[in-house]
């Protein structure tokens, strides 16, 4: 009962630590580097950089200026207070901040923080891409100013905020222009049948998809009734009591009518596309079907030629084979990402795999705080060789010479830009190629080893985004462009005789594949509705692997290169006109700097506390009566340091006020891998226990914790509890003053992956130890040991067999006893059915998937539920003091309904029994909380 005083301290402090998500499991956010944090100061913003990305923050510097000024004039809006913006030069040093406490998915590209108004944005190699996003975040800043304002001068204190489909499109909108990647989902969704409706966007709130078919709809409104609406928008924003009803009052048109329009206007712009292009299905033989499926690489073995590719069909990244003949083959797999310290995260989407001749697989990975580069066997199945570098941060898309001696891959320094280098695994000599602002991606190498062709910006329009390829001669060394021009010209690949490159390019409007020529010049191989990527020959020159965008998911097909596309007749341009150039290309374009008056300096970091939440709540309890309390937190800009205050009261008269004051504050140190924290609190109440019967206790001292992140999956936790605890046992007459020293130690790993309800695959455990000693009595007052242990195998996609053993005892005058029962032990009975100072559980679950979608329409709209799992599980278990006794158990079948991301409603029906007999009846438990 002593941990359930300071309960309440812990509660507050667990929002903070890297444990939060899943009581005391959940995977860490390790801060690997420690970084020297300046603030460089403009008219409008404060910029948190470490000194090596210098040159980024002064470009970042110029663009946050630029995107104010111009955001400025769309809101008619101005913001007084410096907004706050956190740069990292790597999505890996991303991964790290402390400024929220969950862990952040891989595809994040940046966030705004609403408490503090923090921008946080990584660069990934790309400068456009990085202007984007910082006007993409700065739209949101701008959103809750304005609504903020508006609200306030109309003295309206709440109001309904807008839909997520709408605050992340009208930051796309204002951020961004509409590009290839964009129309062809919108596209392909149009002319599937699937596209969302409006009212609908619930069924994919938060996805990609969410994002697009909102900044579509709003660039709709835009260019149909003009862009000044939007900004209409906000100002009247103050008239309506919803959403929809501001919009009724802008457009003077129910959003019903405007998503209506919005459909029909996407239906004329792209079904007439439909006559003069094609379906991948028409043109190539599709030979995966399940989740997306990316990078095909050919590799040869004794049986014949396999594709290496990346998956997600399982729901984490993974790299797998498969036989040429593909459609009614198995696929094998050879690595799984996101479960394991050597394959954390397999940058899927982000980077591509390349096949070696002699049958081998090279491969990035997130390991620790670093990507390393992993060479795989394909004929022992086995990593044979793992290469990290320390100058560089983050690697992508490496690529095989023709040889087998040399790696070329895309490589980040701590700087933050992307330059080609190759590994010689010979000498063992890495070797950088460029050394620019650019971002060089995408290297593929010729047959005879003398050049290698890449993907840049660094062509005349690179500053707005497009990409053209280069050649790279190794010989001189030297860059020439192959192509200039307003398109995306993406993983090019030789053919086996190097006379040859195929490539992925936008620039008919689609991606499509095209050959390019020395000799010939440029040919257009596919005209499809949607899109052809990552191209690959195999060996004999006669057909192409790719990947291609289908109903919303990328799967991987054949094409058959026929007489007719192989012949020189129908390339569209000659050599002598073509878009090569004999010439090195000067570096046509630089990024602009803050300069001038907008450089206002750089200082050194200071930890300076602001609030972060402050919050009172008041309660009543039939028996205890009236409680109350106050909490409040502050942390530092970056999230380094964080205190927390508690102060509540239990007085049931006046007389006692002071002495039922509850006071406690705690600081934690987030700054380095090893988290640490400290506190004093005060702590009295009243409790009741099947044990002790109705007691108080007061309490007050001092807490120091600590943990250690062994990696994202493993840690260890420890803490040491002194206070002085004054017990008092009304039913029993009896006191107790004691001087206690509580300490712990736990090891907790955690790498599970969940779907909506639940984990679904991987193990979870803790195993604790703890030791309280009584200083007044000179006495052990109790001890504790607790293993709890999770297996989940994965039976399929959406199924899984599920698995718990929890073992507790606790020994000493005063020991720790824990109830059992209810929905998340021992199902069928009671949650206070067994007390004990010793606890048996073991948990057997069958899940499956029951309804992914289930939508009930109301007057007033629909509500939607996803999700929807079933289970079948079969419970042992019993709490006890001394003597065990009968063993008991339960059986039967439960329901699991997701919430959005809030929380999972839980049905379950159990038959009991003592193993001799099964009890009358079947006993229903509801409850809340994910899966086990």
Known sequence: MKI??????????????????????????????????????????????????????????????????????????????????????????????????????????????????????????????????????????????????????????????????FTEGIAELWSRNWDSHSDMIIKDMVISGNLVAIENMYAIYGTFLMYKEGESFLRFLSDIYGEEKLSLLFENYWKGESFDEVVALTYQKPLEKLDEEW????????????????????????????????????????????????????????????????????????????????????????????????????????????????????????????????????????????????????????????????????????????????????????????????????????????????????????????????????????????????????????????????????????????????????PDG????????????????KLNLSDSLLNSDSYLVSHNSSDSSSTPPSLSWNPEKLSGELNRGTVKYKSNLSFDIAQSAIGYDAYFGTVGGVQAALSDMLGNHHYIFLIGNNATDRKDFFSAMNVGVTYLNKTNRFNYGYGLFHFYDEFFDDFNGLYNERQYGGIFFASYPFSKFDRLESSLLLRESDRNLLLFGRKRQSFLTSGTISLVRDNSLWELVGPIEGTRYNLSLGLTYDVNNSRLNNSIFLLDFRKYIRLSKNSSLATRFLGYTSRGVEPQRLYLGGSWSLRGFDRRAFYGKNLTLTNLEYRFPLIDDLYIGFPWGKFGFKSIRGALFFDTGKAWEDKFGNLYGSLGWGARVNLGYVTVLRFDWAKTTDFKRFYPGVNFDFFFGWNF
């Open 542 to 557: 006669k057909n192409l692997v790719f990947s291609g965008f289908k109903d919303y998911s990328f799967q991987l097909f």
């Open 4 to 165: 359930k005083l300071v309960l309440s301290t812990f509660l507050l402090l667990l929002f903070y630590s890297p444990a939060s998500p899943q009581f005391y499991f959940g995977k860490n956010k390790v801060q690997y580097t420690h970084f020297d944090w300046q603030v460089l100061n403009t008219p409008h913003f404060n910029i948190f950089f470490y000194g090596e990305e210098k040159e980024l923050a002064e470009i970042a510097g110029k663009l946050a200026e630029e995107s104010f000024e111009f955001l400025e004039n769309k809101f008619n809006h101005y913001i007084f207070t410096p907004v706050p913006l956190i740069i990292y030069s790597s999505p890996n040093y991303f991964e790290q901040t402390n400024v929220i406490p969950n862990l952040l998915p891989e595809n994040v590209a940046g966030f705004t923080e609403f408490f503090k108004g923090r921008m946080v944005i990584p660069f990934d190699g790309a400068y456009s891409a990085f202007a984007e996003v910082l006007r993409h975040e700065l739209v949101h800043v701008f959103t809750i100013s304005k609504l903020n304002t508006v609200m306030k001068a109309h003295r309206r204190l709440t109001y309904t905020e807008p839909p997520l489909w």
């Open 263 to 538: 459909q029909f206007y996407l239906k004329k712009k792209y079904f007439p596309k439909v006559v003069d292009q094609k379906t991948l299905n028409e043109v190539a033989t599709q030979i995966t079907f399940e989740g997306s499926n990316l990078s095909p690489v050919l590799i040869s073995k004794k049986d014949g030629p396999w594709i290496a590719f990346q998956s997600s069909r399982w729901g984490y990244s993974s790299i797998c084979l498969l036989p040429w003949e593909g459609k009614n083959r198995k696929h094998r797999t050879l690595i799984k990402g996101d479960k394991s310290q050597a394959f954390e995260s397999l940058h899927f989407y982000k980077s591509k795999i390349s096949g070696s001749p002699s049958g081998k697989i090279a491969f990035v990975s997130k390991s620790n705080e670093k990507d390393v580069l992993y060479i795989y066997d394909t004929h022992t199945f086995k990593v044979i060789q793992k290469l990290g570098f320390d100058s560089l941060v983050s690697l992508s898309s490496p690529s095989w010479s023709f040889d087998n001696q040399k790696i070329a891959f895309s490589g980040v320094t701590k700087k933050g830009f992307k330059d080609l280098y190759y590994y010689d695994l010979q000498s063992k000599i890495l070797v950088r190629m460029t050394n620019d602002i650019y971002e060089d991606h995408y290297p593929s190498w010729s047959p005879d080893g003398s050049r290698i062709v890449f993907s840049s910006d660094r062509g005349e329009f690179g500053n707005e985004g497009y990409m053209n390829l280069f050649v790279y001669d190794l010989n001189q060394p030297s860059i020439t462009p192959l192509t200039t021009g307003k398109q995306n010209d993406l993983h090019p690949s030789w053919s086996p005789d190097g006379k040859t490159i195929v490539f992925s390019s936008d620039r008919q409007g689609s991606y499509n594949l095209y050959f390019y020529n020395d000799s010939l010049g440029l040919k257009p191989i596919t005209q499809l509705i949607s899109g052809a990527f990552e191209p690959h020959f195999t």
